[in-house]
């Protein structure tokens, strides 16, 4: 794209496009435009304010009609609702990337898309549990997986720039197919917020204050995933739920197998499960 | 105590001691002697070295003989295993403090001391899960709970030099019973570490490879309590069983429920589930 303008439509100015963009206006030179599509002309304004994007619009069509990538950054559902009007104004050969957190049923939609549009799924493997442009940060997916899900139409060229566009904010791109991304994620981010929200609401029922004022760094890490944003989580769990309940109830038999080795007071098979889950967790994570 | 020397002699130099010895080290003047026992002549030879401590003995009799203050820093089952050596070498009037994870079951034992001793059972809600003396640091104390768990028998005045070690070290002393302890963290602590188990045992049994490479943040936090000491962990889970069984039953319930939800695709309920733990948690955990 050496010697004509580039320009990048994200669509979205949450956590994960208000990053995107700032990334992106970091990676790039001049000769790349980025193009925000949002419902809040405050966040628009914010977002020019501090060198994020070029220009703003309320409008989905204006602001995807002149890119050569566009970049949907909205939960998951909110995705599926976009991609129609994204096929209808987008330009033949827009590239198109979303960041949506599971993506067989982001992916099957894509399939329905015109034929001129080179659809990617695609999913940041980064965030926090807070939201919104104020939390935004250029280097969010420095050495994050980056996963990407090709359709069998994307021309291979067209899975090429969104390999660059990923590596170009630092991230490390991946091609999985949308069903194993799914269930990998189900297990190691989707499980882990279900555990979480488990807890809260657990130690909520109980109700004791002292338990509350006694709660510690550990109870806070357990439990952080709870504060994800709402809309968000809901609309992964449900349009990754055959996955999810899978993973469910695999845990809720570990559970039960840890619990039974405590009401026994089985010493061995208690130092196992635990022993067993620290060695993993050091070979595993670092 | 002003005039005479003051001698604190701290058994066990883990995190937890090590970290006591410390902090104490920062907050006393040259009036206060801090001797330890340990197992270690190697950690020793370390806390003598950053000046920690100003005598180390491998010697329980040697250590706690001339000490007016005796705190026991170690696993539960080792701090009961202890109490009897402490209650036959230490002096008349000797303030006898734990800092295990438990009270029980140590305050039970406690009961059982010589009368002349002074016990009160201690419970500082703060760690790490690294263990060992090169991960004790003074500040572990600071603004944190310091449980304290007075026999009917201690006096007054020894709950008092209790009191006044914990706030000398930055925490924040609190009295508590026992059993209302024990239920407490058991919630808050030892709940978490079950579910942190659970989580990785569960992904270790997937054997997926792909979804421990995508493993981010969210995981690694709310997984971070299974790296945990095994062994002191072990002792808090088998010395406080029933009231960790009750809470982990209360947890599956809580559990399972979501799991329902999520199940039937009832969108309504499952974002009450969502909402409701989010905004408790904003509410309790700062």
Chains 1, 2 share one sequence.
Request: charged share 20%; net charge negative.
């Amino acid at each position: 794209v050496t010697g004509r303008t580039e320009t990048i439509c994200v669509v979205g100015l949450g956590l994960m496009g208000g990053s995107l963009a700032l990334a992106l206006r970091e990676a790039s030179g001049a000769h790349t435009r980025i193009v925000a599509v949002t419902r809040s002309a405050e966040v628009l304004q914010q977002a020019l304010a501090v060198g994020a994007i070029d220009r703003g619009s309320l409008d989905l069509a204006d602001g995807v009609s002149g890119a050569h990538t566009v970049i949907l950054a909205a939960p998951v559902r909110a995705i599926l609702r976009l991609l129609p009007g994204v096929g209808e104004f987008a330009a033949r050969g827009t590239l198109l990337l979303d960041l949506g957190s599971s993506k067989a049923q982001i992916c099957a939609a894509m399939a329905d898309l015109p034929d001129g549009l080179q659809p990617v799924g695609g999913h940041p493997m980064c965030g926090k549990e807070v939201a919104g442009f104020a939390s935004a940060e250029a280097d969010l997916f420095r050495d994050r997986p980056f996963v990407l899900c090709p359709l069998p139409r994307t021309d291979p060229e067209a899975l090429n720039r969104a390999f660059t566009l990923a590596r170009s904010i630092g991230a490390r791109p991946l091609v999985l197919d949308p069903a194993v991304h799914d269930r990998a994620v189900a297990g190691i981010s989707h499980l882990p917020y279900a555990a979480a929200i488990a807890l809260i609401n657990c130690v909520a029922q109980a109700d004791d204050p002292i338990a509350w004022s006694l709660a510690s760094s550990g109870f806070r890490d357990t439990s952080r995933l709870a504060s994800s944003e709402v809309e968000m989580m809901l609309d992964i769990m449900l349009t990754n739920r055959v996955a999810v309940i899978d993973w469910m109830e695999q845990y809720a038999a570990q559970f039960r197998e840890l619990m039974a080795a405590l009401a026994a007071g089985d010493e061995m098979r208690l130092r196992e499960l635990l022993a067993g889950a620290q060695r993993t967790r050091a070979g595993r994570i670092s």
